[in-house]
C-alpha cells in the first residue's frame, strides 16, 4: 500500500481538535470520544471508508485517561502507529500494540503533566498574577491568562507535532529519566518561586503591646510583639503558617476546611485585637 503521511492540515485538524477533548468527557469512558474525534483526520487519511477504518475508530474508543495537554504527544504516536498499522498491515504492527501504546503512556504522562502544570506552573503563573492584581494592576489576571494559555498551545501543538514524528522513539525516551528529572527539575523551581513570593504577600501582624516606655522628654516609645519577632527574622509567622499548612496537607487534612480555619483566625483576631 502507497504510504500517506499526514499533511500540515491535518496535524492542524488534529490540534484544533484537541482543544475540544474535554467536550464529551463522561464516567464510563472519560476522554474516549474525544480521543477518537481528535484521531479522525488521521484515520481518514490512512484508511479508506470500510472495514479496517471501522476497526481504528473503534479502536479509540476504548477508555483512555490522562493529562489533558498532555494528551498530544499520545495523538503524535498513535497517529504515526496507525500509519504502519494502515501500510504494514495486522502482523506487523496489530491494532492492540496501538492500544497498549496509548495505556503504556497513560500513566507516565499524568504523572508528568500533574506536577507540572497543575502543581507549579499554574500556581506560580497565579501567584504572580495576585501579585500585581494587588496593586491593582489589571496586567495581573492578563498575566495569568495569557501565560497559561501560550504554554498549554505550544504543549499541544508541538506535542503532539513531535510524537508524530518521532513515533515509536518517544516511548523509548519515556523509559528513561529524562521524565523524572523533568519533573524533579520543575518541582524545584515551583518550590522556590513559591517560597519567594510568600515573604512578599502573606502577611502576619500582631499588635500586642510587649513594653511600653516613657523617654526622659516624656514621649512613650511602644514595642509589639511583632516588632520582635521582626528583630528576629523578619516574615517569620508567614513562613511558619505555609509550614504548618504544608503539613496539614500531607496528613490529608481537607485544603477547604485549612482555608475556613484561617479565614476564621482572622476573623477572630481582628476582632479581640491580637492580630492587625
Not at 504510504?3 to 492540515?9: A, D, E, M, S, V
Not at 507516565?108 to 500556581?123: E, Q
Not at 511583632?226 to 528583630?231: C, F, H, R, V
Amino acid at each position: 500500500m502507497e504510504q500517506k503521511g499526514l499533511t500540515k492540515k491535518d496535524i492542524n485538524s488534529m490540534f484544533l481538535r484537541s482543544n475540544l477533548l474535554l467536550g464529551s468527557m463522561n464516567f464510563e469512558r472519560v476522554q474516549a470520544m474525544g480521543y477518537c474525534y481528535i484521531m479522525i483526520p488521521a484515520i481518514k487519511r490512512f484508511y479508506p471508508p470500510g472495514p479496517e477504518r471501522n476497526a481504528a475508530l473503534k479502536r479509540h474508543l476504548e477508555w483512555f485517561n490522562t493529562h489533558p495537554w498532555l494528551t498530544a504527544p499520545i495523538f503524535g504516536v498513535t497517529a504515526a502507529m496507525e500509519e504502519e498499522h494502515a501500510v504494514a498491515g495486522e502482523e506487523q504492527m496489530p491494532g492492540a500494540s496501538i492500544s497498549a501504546m496509548k495505556i503504556g503512556l497513560m500513566g507516565p504522562l499524568a504523572g508528568v503533566g500533574d506536577p507540572i502544570f497543575w502543581g507549579t506552573l499554574r500556581p506560580v503563573l497565579a501567584a504572580l498574577g495576585a501579585s500585581l492584581a494587588l496593586t491593582g494592576s489589571v496586567g495581573g489576571p492578563l498575566l495569568f491568562f495569557i501565560a497559561i494559555n501560550v504554554v498549554r498551545i505550544a504543549t499541544k501543538y508541538f506535542g503532539l507535532k513531535v510524537g508524530y514524528e518521532k513515533g515509536n522513539e518517544i516511548i523509548k525516551e519515556m523509559a528513561g529519566n529524562r521524565v523524572k528529572k523533568l519533573t524533579e527539575g520543575a518541582s524545584v523551581v515551583g518550590l522556590f518561586v513559591m517560597g519567594a513570593l510568600v515573604s512578599k504577600w502573606t502577611t502576619i501582624n500582631i499588635p500586642i503591646v510587649a513594653t511600653r516606655i516613657t523617654n526622659d522628654d516624656g514621649q512613650v516609645v511602644t514595642q509589639t510583639v511583632q516588632n520582635i519577632l521582626d528583630s528576629i527574622m523578619p516574615g517569620m509567622l508567614a513562613l511558619l503558617l505555609t509550614l504548618l499548612v504544608s503539613w496539614l496537607l500531607k496528613k490529608n487534612i481537607s485544603p477547604l476546611l485549612i482555608i475556613f480555619v484561617i479565614f476564621g483566625l482572622g476573623i477572630l483576631g481582628k476582632a479581640f485585637g491580637f492580630l492587625g
